[in-house]
């Protein structure tokens, strides 16, 4: 079965702390995403990183860095993390371009910044 | 720019009546449009997709979805509501231009009532 695996479930950090989620797909996509989810906000695009070593800013990229150095991989940093940055964080990935494949989610991080 | 609108935070529904769960975008160009749904704690899952050709298309657990271009809508149907169909629930469009990521609405809670 194909996945798109995220590290942790929960994970509670620190003010100022530099926090790291890793997201891990096994179906060889060129595309990856990263989304926070926030009650009655919907799903909010982060980044996204459509080659290795490439990334692209997406609707909501302040206070947040992305790595790709890998295919499979794509890591989300927060620099120092704010309780305004307490959220469900979502990696998707996707093949090809032209958005016709629809993404495929990993099961979330529950973020919380105390 | 492109956006998702679903009106309705919440959608309530006897188990056995059927559903509509509401979604309308603005895109330029030739829209992409998928719902999805997420369980509690849970990431997003695939539940259908418009790419082109029937308006009506249909998808996992019994749901359809209508494309209707005047409107610019995509509502979520089923003819006969379950208990376990109660999730929250989300449209996203995109376009088959170049590196087009996926905007989402705001998403729908579903509560079926037995």
């Known amino acids: 079965d194909v996945k798109v695996t995220q590290s942790s479930r929960y994970l509670v950090k620190r003010t100022g702390e530099k926090v790291f989620l890793e997201c891990v797909q096994d179906?060889?996509?060129?595309?990856m995403f990263w989304y926070r989810q926030d009650p009655g906000l919907g799903l909010r695009l982060i980044y996204f990183?459509?080659?290795?070593?490439?990334?692209e800013k997406g609707d909501i990229p302040e206070g947040y860095s992305v790595s790709r150095e890998k295919k499979e991989r794509f890591s989300l940093i927060l620099e120092s993390a704010s309780t305004n940055q307490t959220s469900m964080y979502l990696c998707?990935?996707?093949?090809?371009?032209?958005?016709?494949?629809?993404?495929?989610f990993g099961s979330g991080t529950r973020l919380t910044v105390v | 720019a492109q956006s998702v609108a679903q009106p309705e935070d919440q959608v309530n529904v006897a188990e056995g009546n059927p559903l509509t769960v509401k979604c309308t975008y603005s895109v330029s160009g030739n829209p992409y449009l998928f719902w999805y749904v997420q369980y509690p704690n849970r990431g997003l899952q695939f539940l259908l997709k418009y790419i082109t050709g029937d308006n009506l298309v249909k998808g996992s657990y019994g749901f359809e979805a209508e494309f209707n271009k005047s409107q610019t809508s995509f509502h979520l149907k089923k003819p006969s509501a379950l208990v376990s169909d109660s999730a929250l629930y989300f449209c996203a469009v995109t376009t088959s231009s170049g590196y087009s990521t996926l905007t989402f609405g705001k998403g729908t809670m579903l509560l079926v009532s037995p």
């Open positions: 179906m060889d996509h060129e595309n």
């Open positions: 998707a990935s996707t093949k090809g371009t032209g958005g016709s494949y629809g993404y495929t």
């Open positions: 990183s459509y080659d290795v070593k490439m990334k």
